[in-house]
Structures are given as structure tokens and as C-alpha cells.
């Protein structure tokens, strides 16, 4: 029932060159005359810093730049647990970074949290293409202590590409101080002109010989030099509807923090993309499940979605009532409150109406921010920031594992055998009917808020003319093209 890494090849093949999953999906939607058209991609980055209406008060960090920026980054509070540091995002929800230095620097740079990719990167002084004008860059004339190889690199991604030499300097984060081996990149694509980063952090599975950048990754750094207890790292994504910029990744520990209960191992699937890939037993909305089986979920924090082939993605909505579909992407009412949930590890995790529903479209429509697209192969979701908000998530290199906790849900695990020792039997795939039954009582402390408290477009009109579950017409309404940006997942 697993999915063998040649097949996940051959299926990379056809979708995209082998070696980059800077995932970025862009969906754009055309409207049709009646309807005001949405932003396009730059919506992403220019939108304001509250796109819902709250009044926020979060500091834009101040960084000296040796180049006008113009990108928003929204920067999250500081955490209390050593070994851990603040994930920032673009606050939109859509690009989640960490703020690092190198070598004797002091200039920050922002890197994508890439869990689908073990390549890191930064935008080097020496490029000259436009992504790099507007970003920070860096290089000898920042860090005395910045040694350039002569060694390339090039990693291809759906729609860009990156390619310079390897560098090494000191790699300042989260209070750790290692020597690290990353990309310097010298040509990196228009695509990234669109999102904050200035590079990418890889914390993918895949070792120093199979990643395109041939180097220790950062956790092999921390792991070998022993700077951390446990080869593993933990991460909270912020919502920025919650009005709460706390996100946080945490190496070597969990933040026990951060749920309740025991963390829900799930044993990762091998495969030579150096995936954080799990079974996934199921998908459903409120309770209703959809019956799917031998799925998997690759999670990555670089995907700013949730994308799953075209049958399972119209499954999933048809459960929504009032949705539409045009091509890959679907429209939900704005107003919304239904629960969409995938089962994993046996056990039920929500992912809150404010989270599946994006940005409005107009007459009560919202684009749904689950993409039907089949990424790599046919069984295989890529599950992205949409999901991740709703949990934490444990990255668990020497056991092979992912975990996830939830404040407010127990694992029935824990809560039956009341210890911490967390439980990794899970059968890795589970038709069984009762698997939605498994989720532990609520505890109202994660009940999502309603998305008509959230979302401008939603306003009180639960009543909107989009078509429903036919989808027939739908494509009257919504004309779609996609473009392949690229920020989503980077392998
Ligand atoms: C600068 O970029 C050029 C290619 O554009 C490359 O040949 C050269 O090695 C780079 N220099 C450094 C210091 O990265
Ligand atoms: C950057 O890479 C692209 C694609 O490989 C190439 O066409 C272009 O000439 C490169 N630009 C520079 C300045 O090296
Ligand atoms: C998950 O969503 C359901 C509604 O479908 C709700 O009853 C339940 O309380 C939620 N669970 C948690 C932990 O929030």
C-alpha cells in the first residue's frame, strides 16, 4: 500500500523536474465581467498587513538592508523555549519564515521553513536578476568569514530556477552558532519576486548525497555536533485572523506547550525525496467521512495549501454546500462553518473554516484554499500551512516519525493510558469506519471561528448565487488559469 519511491519519480517526472519542489501554486482566478476581479499573484505580498479588518499592532522588523525591500514581513513573538526561534509570515498566511545572520553580518535574512526540501539557499550580492534586486542579499562584503566555492549548484523548480556556488560561513539561528554549507545563489528566477524570502531553509528527510545542495543540512549540523538532545524540530504556524503571531519552531524538543495529551506519532513513509510523508486513512467535513484509503500526506510548511487529486479534492467539497469548481480550483460560500477534517494516524484533525477558506471573490464566494491538483503521484496530497495551522507538528529525524499534537484535543492514547510515552503503532493506512469516531471530545478551546466573522466578503448574506454542488456551470463563473510560481514546496 505504500507508494514506491520510483512510482513518486516517474509521477515527478510529468509534473515537475526531479529536485525542486519549491511548490509555489498560484492560483489566479479570472472573473467573469459582473464580478470585480481578485488581486493576482502579487496579492500575496501587497496585500495589507490585515487583510480581515482587526487592528493589529504587530512590528514589521526593522532590518538594515542594503536594498529597499518592499515585502511585509509580520514578525511573531519571541519564544521562551531555548533552541527555538520566531516564525515570522507574510501576513497573509501564506509564506512562514524564520530570520537568520550569517557568519559576522548582523543583517537578517528571511528563510521559507521548507519541510519538503533539505536545500538551503540564500539570494547572493553577486545576482543581479530582478528577485534578487528586491530582496536581501548577501555576501563577501557582508561576512568576513564567507568562504565561496567553486563548486555550482541548480536546483529547477515548476516554474523558476536558482543556481550559484556553494558557500560556507557561520549560520546564526534560533541561538545556535554552526559552521553550514548553503547555496549562494548567483541566478534565481522571477518567481521569487513574489514572496518575501530571501531564501529557503531546507529541513526536509534528504541526506547530504541525494540533496542538489551536497552538504550536511542544518539538522545534520545540530544533530552531529550534538547541540541538540534529539535529532527533531517542532513547529506552530501562526493564523492571522487569530490576531496572535506566535509562531514558533523549536529544534532538539517539542514545546510541550503547545498541546495537550501525547503527540500522535505517525511513522513517515521512505522515499528518496527526502518527504516528511505519512499514511493518511481519510478526509471528511464534519464528521462525514469520505471513505478514501491508501492515501498519503506529504507535509511541508513550504506549501502554502492543501492539494489533492482532482477526485478527492471534488469529494471533499461536495460536502461543502454551495461550492463551485472551476478547473483545479474550487469557490466555497464565504459564510462557510462546516469543518473540513483528515484523519492521520488514526486520529481526526480539523482544519477550521478560517483556514479552507481564502480570499473573497465577490458575491459571497471565496476561493477555497484546497487545490485540486494532483502534485506527485495519483494517491499522494500535499498538505500544506492550511492543515498545519491547526496542529503541531513534530519532525522526528531519528525515529522516522511525525507527530502531532492539538490544544484542547487528547489523544485517546494518552488519555487512556495516561503517560507521555507517545504511541507509534498506528496502522499506516485504516479504512475502518469508526476511524472518525476516534477524535476525543472537544474541549472548545480550538473550535474554529466562524468564517463570517472573518472574511469581508462573507458579511451576513448566507444566502449567495453561486451555483451548488453541480459544478456543470460553475466554469461560467470562474474561468482559471494557474500559474506555477512556486512557493510551496521545495524539495
Ligand atoms: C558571481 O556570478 C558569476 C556568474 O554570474 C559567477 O561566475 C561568479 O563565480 C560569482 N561570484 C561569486 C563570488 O559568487
Ligand atoms: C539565469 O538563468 C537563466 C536560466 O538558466 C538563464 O537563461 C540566464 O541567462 C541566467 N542569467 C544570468 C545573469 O546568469
Ligand atoms: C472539530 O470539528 C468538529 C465539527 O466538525 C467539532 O465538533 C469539534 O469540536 C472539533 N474538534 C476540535 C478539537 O476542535
Given amino acids: ?191 521569487f519576486g513574489s514572496y518575501p524570502m530571501d531564501g529557503i531553509l531546507g529541513l526536509g528527510r534528504g541526506d547530504s548525497t541525494s540533496n542538489t545542495i551536497a552538504a550536511p543540512s542544518l539538522m545534520d549540523v545540530l544533530s552531529s555536533k550534538s547541540l541538540i538532545k534529539s535529532k527533531l524540530f517542532g513547529i506552530h504556524l501562526s493564523r492571522t485572523s487569530s490576531g496572535v503571531n506566535d509562531g514558533e519552531l523549536d529544534f532538539g524538543a517539542p514545546n510541550l506547550g503547545r498541546y495537550d495529551g501525547a503527540l500522535n506519532y505517525i511513522p513517515t513513509i521512505s522515499n528518496t525525496d527526502g518527504f516528511w510523508e505519512i499514511a493518511a486513512d481519510d478526509a471528511g467535513v464534519d464528521g462525514k467521512k469520505l471513505g478514501l484509503t491508501s492515501r498519503s500526506a506529504i507535509i511541508d510548511t513550504g506549501t502554502s495549501f492543501i492539494l489533492m487529486p482532482n477526485d478527492d479534492a471534488v469529494a471533499l467539497h461536495k460536502l461543502i454546500p454551495g461550492f463551485t469548481q472551476g478547473g483545479e480550483t474550487f469557490t466555497v460560500p464565504c459564510s462557510s462553518t462546516q469543518v473540513v477534517q483528515l484523519v492521520l494516524g488514526g486520529v481526526t484533525y480539523n482544519v477550521s473554516a478560517a483556514d479552507y477558506i481564502g480570499h473573497s471573490l465577490g458575491g459571497g464566494a471565496c476561493a477555497s484554499n484546497i487545490i485540486g491538483r494532483q502534485t506527485f503521484g495519483p494517491t499522494q496530497w500535499l498538505v500544506g500551512d492550511v492543515f498545519l495551522k491547526n496542529v503541531y507538528t513534530v519532525f522526528d529525524f531519528d525515529s522516522s516519525r511525525l507527530g502531532f499534537g492539538v490544544k484542547g484535543q487528547v489523544n485517546t492514547a494518552s488519555a487512556t493510558t495516561l503517560t507521555a510515552v507517545p504511541f507509534s503503532t498506528t496502522p499506516l493506512v485504516s479504512g475502518s469506519s469508526t476511524i472518525l469516531s476516534k477524535s476525543s471530545p472537544p474541549t472548545g478551546t480550538t473550535a474554529p471561528t466562524p468564517a463570517s466573522q472573518q472574511l469581508p466578503g462573507a458579511s451576513a448574506s448566507p444566502t449567495h448565487s453561486v451555483a451548488a454542488a453541480g459544478c456543470a456551470s460553475s466554469g461560467a463563473m470562474l474561468a482559471l488559469s494557474m500559474a506555477f510560481f512556486i512557493p510551496a514546496i521545495f524539495l
Fill in 1 to 191: 500500500m505504500h507508494i514506491h519511491p520510483s512510482t513518486i519519480a516517474a509521477a515527478c517526472l510529468s509534473l515537475l523536474p526531479l529536485a525542486s519542489s519549491f511548490y509555489p501554486y498560484n492560483p489566479i482566478y479570472t472573473d467573469v465581467p459582473t464580478r470585480r476581479s481578485p488581486d493576482r499573484s502579487l496579492h500575496r505580498v501587497s496585500r495589507p498587513l490585515d487583510p480581515r479588518g482587526h487592528s493589529y499592532s504587530l512590528p514589521i522588523r526593522r532590518t538594515p538592508t542594503k536594498r529597499t525591500n518592499k515585502y511585509n514581513i509580520i514578525t511573531a513573538t519571541p519564544p521562551t523555549q531555548s533552541n527555538s526561534i520566531a516564525v515570522d509570515q507574510d501576513g497573509t498566511d501564506f509564506s512562514y519564515m524564520v530570520a537568520v545572520t550569517f557568519g559576522t553580518s548582523s543583517e537578517e535574512y528571511h528563510m521559507l521553513v521548507d519541510s519538503a526540501a533539505s536545500n538551503t539557499w540564500v539570494m547572493g550580492s553577486n545576482c543581479t536578476t530582478d528577485a534578487c534586486k528586491e530582496h536581501n542579499t548577501f555576501g563577501k562584503g557582508d561576512s568576513t568569514s564567507l568562504i565561496i566555492s567553486d563548486t555550482t549548484f541548480s536546483i529547477a523548480y515548476g516554474t523558476g530556477q536558482v543556481s550559484g556556488n556553494l558557500a560556507t560561513d557561520t549560520f546564526h539561528i534560533a541561538g545556535f552558532n554552526l559552521p553550514l554549507t548553503f547555496g549562494l545563489a548567483n541566478n534565481v528566477s522571477n518567481d
